[in-house]
């Protein structure tokens, strides 16, 4: 009876092993579990894969919503330049109406004081060529309401001179009401309150 109960005793303590064994592991396996479901979240959130028009699978990084408004800002500002501020006499009016679906009222504003100047006039007249670019953009916030200053250049050419300018501008930039349109306005935004800080002259010299 003694051995019965000693054989009893020493297999209860291997099963309450073997069952300490078994909650450790589960438990181990448990916490490990969790451990790989916040890390694929994490990626998840900063990790994205997206297939474009041909099927290609590009990987992509989530940004903060302050981020990715400056980049398309920027983007925006630049394709401004492009459009507003880049002609010559056979196309100025498409870009010229381009541009002004990037921008508000202060850009109207601007287009109707460069025609009444005679801008557009000279441009046909000495068959000009105009290319505009941006060096720098600084981004600040007053009021509450997002502001841009560039450092800007223009290149007027004619024949084979060159004229270079300065193009610097100042103004407002915000979300537009009407959202992303594809073909004329794809950043979804508004540039107003436009200023032309300098637009000296730098140099002329040929080509």
Not at 31 to 37: A, D, E, I, S, T
Not at 141 to 150: E, I, N, R, S, V
Not at 159 to 177: C, Y
């Amino acid at each position: 009876m003694e051995q019965i109960k000693n054989n009893y005793n020493s297999i209860n303590k291997v099963v309450n092993g073997y069952r300490s064994f078994a909650l450790i592991v589960v438990t181990s396996s448990l916490v490990l579990v969790l451990f790989l479901c916040f890390m694929i979240y994490q990626v998840s959130n900063n990790k994205l894969l997206v297939v474009d028009g041909q099927g290609d699978i590009l990987s992509a990084s989530k940004s903060s919503e302050d981020a990715v408004f400056k980049i398309e800002a920027d983007n925006h500002i630049r394709l401004f330049y492009a459009r507003f501020f880049s002609y010559d006499k056979t196309n100025y009016k498409q870009r010229v109406e381009l541009g002004l679906a990037l921008s508000g009222k202060s850009a109207i504003t601007l287009y109707e004081t460069l025609k009444a100047k005679g801008w557009y006039d000279k441009i046909i007249n000495n068959d000009l060529m105009i290319e505009s670019y941006v060096q720098t953009i600084q981004f600040y916030q007053q009021d509450g309401k997002d502001y841009f200053q560039t450092k800007g250049f223009q290149k007027v050419i004619r024949g084979d001179i060159t004229e270079l300018r300065n193009l610097d501008l100042k103004g407002s930039i915000s979300k537009n009401s009407s959202g992303r349109v594809l073909e004329t306005n794809p950043h979804g935004l508004i540039i107003d309150d436009i200023a032309i800080l300098d637009n000296s002259v730098v140099t002329a010299t040929p080509k």
